[in-house]
């Protein structure tokens, strides 16, 4: 087939690299002329795990290119994937003006019939918005598909090309066999594809994020009550896990979840409800929880060297909102740092890939250097994510180069009895604290 992917950000150059690799002819669009034209020197914009291979095969055997134009990039496409930027507006609600903007330009190009796809994350409803905003300048016959994605960063490219399932909200039987023939690479063992209609489709996406989300926070007030009764989050977790009807995932507390998802689907999810006269209670706290949990570490920080962070140089490791990434949207770390240097801290920060993103939003406020360069010296550690170089460093080289051995652990990486044996101050989440 040959599709056009409109927006190259993190969810367009998947899919576009992806649905490329099972041989079909991809055109993806961007109004950034500088992405476009290192996207098309084979440039890779974002960092994913595996997607470099796939992207710079299919570039070379010309079944992936790049333009900044949009009607010569869909002029021969039967399918056109929106995968464009929805960020959340001051009140919450997603913003789909750039959404509408394109289907209003597409109404004015598409000259036969179209299957146009929103891949990206909208509210309920917008299937609608789109058809009408095509219709406006369109005599032209096409469908309108809510295909949401489910890809975890860290782990996209499996997610693409072996999902769980693929959610598809459609009326029309003629778009529903085209859908069906796009996925039928992806679905050779059994198929998972799942057909609704594209409200359902809409609000499956939010629904989804937002339980996970969910998880997430009520694990982090666990946490705070194991701290409170001296009990020991990993042992409940594990208690709570082996039960099927919960599940191991996302039981792991920490300083909260972050990212171009979760917080932005959460709050988007509430906003729609208020829409239709409904107070969703549960997000509500959810949000509450995760705002409070991603400045937990910085009490402790302060509590620890008498409220006096002055000239006190702390070291972070984890910059990215999860491992596996470069993303730093939303993400914990920043909000810590943000408040140690409100404190008068000096912050000195490592991460294996986030440390660009990091410079361009922090500046020079922060040193950036190599995982042990930013300890020499430092009178405290934070670790924000949970990547796995940390889980077993060199302790005899950290304990000669901090300052002080003291650690606060977000993400729970080591064991309590080794920072124990070996001599470290280690505050970690929902555990109990080790003492030196």
Excluded: H
Excluded at 235 to 240: A, H, K, S, V, Y
Aim: net charge neutral.
């Amino acid at each position: 087939m040959r599709i056009a992917v409109v927006g190259t950000g993190y969810v367009g150059l998947v899919t576009g690299t992806c649905f490329a690799e099972s041989g079909n002819t991809v055109t993806c669009i961007d109004i950034d002329a500088d992405k476009v034209k290192k996207l098309s020197k084979g440039e890779i914009t974002i960092y994913e795990p595996g997607l470099e291979k796939l992207f710079l095969r299919n570039l070379r055997e010309d079944r992936l290119k790049f333009t900044t134009e949009l009607a010569g990039g869909v002029k021969d496409s039967l399918l056109i994937i929106l995968a464009l930027p929805t960020p959340p507006g001051g009140d919450g609600s997603a913003d789909l003006s750039a959404i509408l903007k394109v289907a209003d330009d597409l109404g004015k190009i598409i000259s036969d019939y179209r299957v146009i796809i929103d891949k990206s994350t909208v509210p309920v409803g917008t299937a609608e918005k789109v058809q009408t905003a095509i219709s406006a300048n369109c005599k032209a016959e096409f469908d309108v598909v809510s295909n949401p994605e489910f890809l975890r960063e860290g782990f996209a490219v499996e997610d693409f090309m072996k999902p769980d399932r693929v959610i598809v909200g459609t009326g029309s039987q003629k778009a529903r066999k085209i859908i069906s023939d796009l996925y039928a690479p992806f679905m050779r063992q059994d198929n998972r594809i799942i057909f609704m209609d594209e409200r359902s489709a809409e609000l499956t996406k939010y629904a989804a994020n937002s339980f996970l989300a969910t998880k997430i926070s009520f694990m982090n007030e666990v946490a705070i009550l194991c701290e409170k009764f001296g009990a020991d989050v990993d042992l409940i977790r594990r208690g709570l896990g082996t039960d099927e009807r919960i599940g191991k995932r996302f039981l792991f507390p920490g300083i909260g979840f972050g990212g171009s998802c979760f917080p932005k689907d959460v709050k988007a999810l509430v906003k729609s409800a208020k829409g239709v006269d409904y107070e969703f209670k549960i997000l509500q706290a959810v949000m509450e929880v995760n705002e409070k949990q991603k400045l937990s570490l910085v009490p402790r920080i302060k509590k620890y060297f008498n409220n006096d962070l002055k000239g006190k140089k702390i070291a972070v490791w984890g910059l990215a909102f999860k491992p596996n990434t470069d993303d730093i949207r939303e993400a914990p770390s920043l909000f810590i740092i943000r408040e140690l240097l409100k404190e008068g801290s000096q912050i000195a920060a490592f991460d294996p890939e986030a440390m660009a993103n990091t410079r361009r939003e922090l500046g020079e406020n922060i040193e950036l250097g190599g995982q042990y360069d930013v300890i020499k010296n430092c009178d405290a550690l934070v670790i924000a994510t949970e990547w796995n170089e940390f889980r077993t460093p060199d302790f005899d080289k950290m304990s000669s180069l901090m300052k002080r051995k003291v650690i606060f652990d977000g993400r729970n990486v080591y064991e309590l009895q080794k920072m124990k044996e070996l001599g470290f101050y280690y505050e970690s989440i929902g555990r109990k604290t080790v003492s030196a």
